[in-house]
C-alpha cells in the first residue's frame, strides 16, 4: 500500500507543485487588492452592479476583508484552481493510466484494483491538502500587510479545510466516472459538466427562485455559511466528506464489476 501510493505522489509531484504554488501566488496577488478595495474605489464600482449580480457573487459586503475574499479569492478564483487541479488528477488516476496502457502492467503485479484504486484517492487528498494548505500559509503571510487581521487564523483554517475538501471531492468525480467507464475523455467532461452546473446553482439558484438547488451544490457546503465569518461548519465539512466516501465506495464498485479489456 505505501509503495503504490509513494509511486503515485511521487508521479505527480509536478503537477501537483505547479497547482499548489500557482494557487498560492494568485490567491495572494488577490488577497493584496484588498486595501485598495477598502478605500473604497472598489466599492464604488460595485454599488453599478445590479443588486441581482452583488448577491449572486456575495458582493454585498466587499469592504470587509472577510466579504472580499469571500466573493473573489475564496468564491472564485483559488476554488476555481483547485477543482481543476481535482477533476485533472481524478482523471488521470484510472481511465488515464487505462487509456496509456499502463494499467493492465500494474495489475499483472501483486496489487488488487481495490488496493490500487484507494492509493490513487489517497494520493487524491494529500495532494488537495497539500495545495489548501500552501495556501492558507500564503494568506496567513500576506495577512498583516493585506489589512485581512480581522479574519483569524482560524477562520482562514476553515476555509482552506474546506477548500481541501472540495478539490477532492471533484476529483473522486473524476475518478468514478473514470473508474466506470475506463475514457478519459468521458471522465474529464463530466466532472468538468458537473463543477459548472454545481457552481451554477450555488451562485444563481436564488435569482431563479430555486434556492433548495443551492443545498445540492457541493459549493454551497463549501463556503455557504462563510467559514471565513463563522468558522468551521461542522456539518457542511461534514457532508463534504460523506460525499467523498459514497463516491469511493462507488468508483470501487464499478473498477472492480469492469472488463478492463472491453
Request: hydrophobic letters at 50%; charged letters at 10%; proline letters at 3%.
Amino acid at each position: 500500500m505505501p509503495d503504490v501510493l509513494t509511486k503515485t505522489l511521487w508521479d505527480s509531484r509536478r503537477s501537483l507543485t505547479g497547482f499548489a504554488v500557482g494557487t498560492a501566488l494568485v490567491g495572494t496577488m488577490y488577497a493584496g487588492f484588498y486595501p485598495q478595495v477598502a478605500d473604497g474605489a472598489m466599492g464604488q464600482a460595485v454599488e453599478g452592479f445590479s443588486p441581482a449580480l452583488r448577491e449572486a457573487l456575495n458582493m454585498d459586503d466587499i469592504a470587509s476583508a472577510a466579504g472580499y475574499l469571500g466573493s473573489s479569492v475564496f468564491g472564485i478564483i483559488v476554488p476555481l484552481i483547485a477543482v481543476i487541479y481535482g477533476i485533472a488528477t481524478g482523471t488521470r488516476a484510472i481511465a488515464g493510466d487505462e487509456e496509456a496502457g499502463y494499467l493492465d502492467l500494474l495489475l499483472a503485479h501483486p496489487v488488487s484494483r481495490t488496493r490500487l484504486l484507494l492509493c490513487r484517492c489517497a494520493a487524491l487528498a494529500i495532494g488537495s491538502c497539500t495545495l489548501a494548505g500552501l495556501v492558507l500559509l500564503a494568506m496567513l503571510a500576506v495577512r498583516p500587510s493585506a489589512h485581512l487581521e480581522t479574519v483569524s487564523i482560524g477562520q482562514f483554517a476553515a476555509q482552506s479545510v474546506a477548500l481541501a475538501l472540495l478539490c477532492t471531492l471533484f476529483g473522486a468525480i473524476a475518478i468514478t466516472i473514470g473508474a466506470a467507464t475506463g475514457s478519459r475523455a468521458a471522465a474529464l467532461a463530466g466532472s468538468a459538466a458537473i463543477g459548472v452546473l454545481a457552481y451554477a446553482a450555488n451562485t444563481f439558484a436564488s435569482q431563479i427562485g430555486a434556492d433548495g438547488l443551492r443545498h445540492l451544490s457541493p459549493f454551497h457546503y463549501y463556503i455557504g455559511n462563510e467559514p471565513l465569518r463563522n468558522g468551521f461548519q461542522w456539518a457542511d465539512l461534514g457532508i463534504l466528506a460523506a460525499t467523498i466516501g459514497v463516491l469511493v465506495v462507488l468508483a470501487t464498485a464499478a473498477f472492480n464489476r469492469r472488463d478492463l479489456t472491453s
